[in-house]
T-cell receptor, first 114, second 106 residues
Framework: DGGITQSPKYLFRKEGQNVTLSCEQN?????MYWYRQDPGQGLRLIYY???????QKGDIAEGYSVSREKKESFPLTVTSAQKNPTAFYLC?????????????FGPGTRLTVL | KNEVEQSPQNLTAQEGEFITINCSYS?????LHWLQQHPGGGIVSLFM???GKKKHGRLIATINIQEKHSSLHITASHPRDSAVYIC????????FGKGTKLSVKP
């Protein structure tokens, strides 16, 4: 089955620790995205990648880092510099970054920082 | 002011009712997307449209580019339609509305 997976579904970390969220896709998509969702707010773009070994900051990149070493994988690290890391994180992928490309979303990871 | 506004924020309906969710945007766009988010958090794409109207089963989406407005209609609503419906506009990257939470009661 083709799709996009995120792990784990729930993640708990102590304040001050870095944590890495996994995102893998087997759809052969070039573009991948990370979004953050907070209660009562729309999804906000953290980082995106149009191609392997390249990525760009989104609207709220501060306190986050990413890598794109393989086409299938786009892990997100939430660093201790992120002031409010508790949120629901969604990964997505698309064939390209054209406005007409449908984005396919993973099931999300709910991060709670204690 | 948000670039993408949805109304209503919350909507409760009885099974079988006709439902309309509205989306207004203030920026120039190439395309508009309607997405559905289930209680578990996963999101699926329902429609992508840049003009006119699209229909899929009981779902209909329309867009008026001149008025910068789109509507999502659900005919003969069912409890399984209960979800958050999200409007997003594309200028390249997506700009998302805050979503409309729909609850359909049996």
């Amino acid at each position: 089955d083709g799709g996009i997976t995120q792990s784990p579904k729930y993640l708990f970390r102590k304040e001050g620790q870095n944590v890495t969220l996994s995102c893998e896709q087997n759809l052969n998509h070039d573009a991948m995205y990370w979004y953050r969702q907070d209660p009562g707010q729309g999804l906000r773009l953290i980082y995106y990648s149009q191609i392997v070994n390249d990525f760009q900051k989104g609207d709220i990149a501060e306190g986050y880092s990413v890598s794109r070493e393989k086409k299938e994988s786009f892990p997100l690290t939430v660093t201790s510099a992120q002031k409010n890391p508790t949120a629901f994180y969604l990964c997505a992928s698309s064939l390209g970054t054209s406005a007409y490309n449908e984005q396919f979303f993973g099931p999300g990871t709910r991060l709670t920082v204690l | 002011k948000n670039e993408v506004e949805q109304s209503p924020q919350n909507l409760t309906a009885q099974e079988g009712e006709f439902i309309t969710i509205n989306c207004s945007y203030s920026v120039g766009i190439s395309a508009l997307h309607w997405l559905q988010q289930h209680p578990g958090g996963g999101i699926v794409s329902l429609f992508m449209l840049s003009s006119g109207k699209k229909k899929h089963g009981r779902l209909i989406a329309t867009i008026n580019i001149q008025e910068k407005h789109s509507s999502l209609h659900i005919t003969a609503s069912h409890p399984r339609d209960s979800a958050v419906y999200i409007c997003a506009v594309s200028q390249g990257n997506l700009i998302f509305g805050k979503g409309t939470k729909l609850s359909v009661k049996p």
